[in-house]
């Protein structure tokens, strides 16, 4: 019989060793793998539990919207998704701090008539409603204000030095950035760092001929051609800088059906909302977005078609005219118009005293509106 030397046999050792090993290994990777799946399928529970508590809230608050008490406006209502929980945030325009304590009741109340145990509780003056130490949803109040405003700034992109002007003016206020020009993307990039609202203010074919620019959206262009011409632009501005886009010029293309389905379904798969500038009373903008969902409005004031002094102010008195009388209004300028600079630098600090809110664009279109007594 053959002798088994040391080295043969500390290599048996080995081996067994090792198969020893890897059968431990394999034992505790399975044993993970089962940890791992329980844990996840009690994260899918628990986030159906979640989402049915969420959606129940949130029918009970959208129907008591419809029975706000006096001297409550609500402006929008926003959805948010954290850690693939929905989270919803409600801003309201109110009277004062006595109304905005008879909202908190009022919503309280009408939830506590549901199943659910619900804690109110005011963090960063904001009333924060938790369900078992989770954020369910956040009421924002804007106290003492009558009415708001939007202004959005068009045409930007050249790079002058009453453009940059603009940058220091209130971050609530939008820019509009026409593609290909110089300073295009880097002008979108500065306003975004800024904390502006930044959209893309896409050249559309008008009705009069006026050229708006290289690669506009014509009526007469192909579907592939048209979207071709919207990543393009995208591109050229950068889409991760915009979260939004209004027509430059385009009372013809906007006034097209087709080509603004188009146009529409693209900014819906995109996620950007759709402000219609309404060169066109024909437009069919506004419409087709709300038919497709997307969120939308439309201008209502241009500030400054003509660039004096005299003729801005007494567009921006018609905008705060209008606000007061509709509970909000869309204003338009132009980043070439010295007047339009001169008067928001003189006016948006007023705004306050005259129990105006200056609204940013993304709050504007953030839910829907409703407004009450």
């Known amino acids: ?45 628990e986030q159906q539990i979640y989402s049915k508590i ?55 109340n009408q939830i506590e008539k549901s199943q659910y145990e619900v804690k109110f509780k005011i963090e960063e003056n904001k009333y924060i409603v938790r369900y078992k130490d989770k954020i369910l949803f956040s009421l924002s109040s804007i106290l003492n204000y009558v009415s708001s405003i939007n202004v959005i700034i068009d045409d930007c992109g050249y790079g002058t030095s009453l453009e940059k002007k603009f940058l220091e003016l209130d971050n609530r206020i939008a820019f509009a950035v026409l593609p290909y020009l110089r ?6 990039e500065e306003a975004k760092d800024k904390g502006f609202d930044v959209m893309l203010h896409l050249p ?14 014509l009526t007469n262009l192909s579907e592939n051609e048209i979207l071709l011409r919207l ?64 969120p939308t409005a439309a201008r209502d ?6 660039i004096t002094e005299e003729y801005v102010r007494k567009q921006w008195n018609h905008l705060l005219n209008l606000s007061k009388k509709n509970g909000n209004a869309i204003a338009i300028g132009h980043c070439i118009s010295l007047p339009t600079y001169t008067i928001l630098k003189e006016e948006l600090p007023l ?17 829907y509106e409703f407004y009450g007594n």
């Open 1 to 45: 019989m053959r002798k088994i030397t040391g080295s043969q046999l500390i290599f048996v050792l080995l081996i067994i060793t090792s198969v020893l090993i890897l059968i431990l290994f394999y034992f505790e990777f399975q044993l993970h793998k089962k940890v791992v799946k329980e844990e996840k399928i009690a994260q899918q529970q």
């Open 54 to 108: 969420w959606k129940d809230i949130e029918t009970i608050i959208d129907d008591s919207i419809l029975n706000l008490p006096d001297g409550v406006r609500f402006v929008r209502k926003k959805v948010i998704f954290n850690n693939n929980q929905p989270t919803g945030d409600y801003l309201f325009l109110l009277k004062n701090e006595d109304t905005y304590k008879e909202l908190k009741d009022f919503l309280k």
């Open 183 to 188: 300073a295009s993307k880097r002008f979108a």
């Open 204 to 217: 559309m074919e008008s009705q009069a001929g006026n050229n708006p620019g290289p690669y506009a959206v």
């Open 231 to 294: 990543e393009k632009a995208f591109n050229n501005i950068g889409i991760e800088n915009i979260c939004g886009v209004n027509n430059h010029m385009g009372s013809k293309a906007t006034s097209d059906e087709r080509t603004m389905r188009i146009v529409l379904s693209c900014l819906k798969n995109k996620g950007l909302f759709f402000i219609d500038s309404l060169t066109s009373n024909k437009s069919v903008g506004l419409q087709i977005a709300k038919k497709l969902g997307i």
């Open 301 to 306: 004031v241009f500030l400054d078609n003509t």
């Open 351 to 367: 705004l306050k005293e005259k129990n105006i809110y200056l609204l940013r664009v993304t709050e504007k279109v953030g839910g």
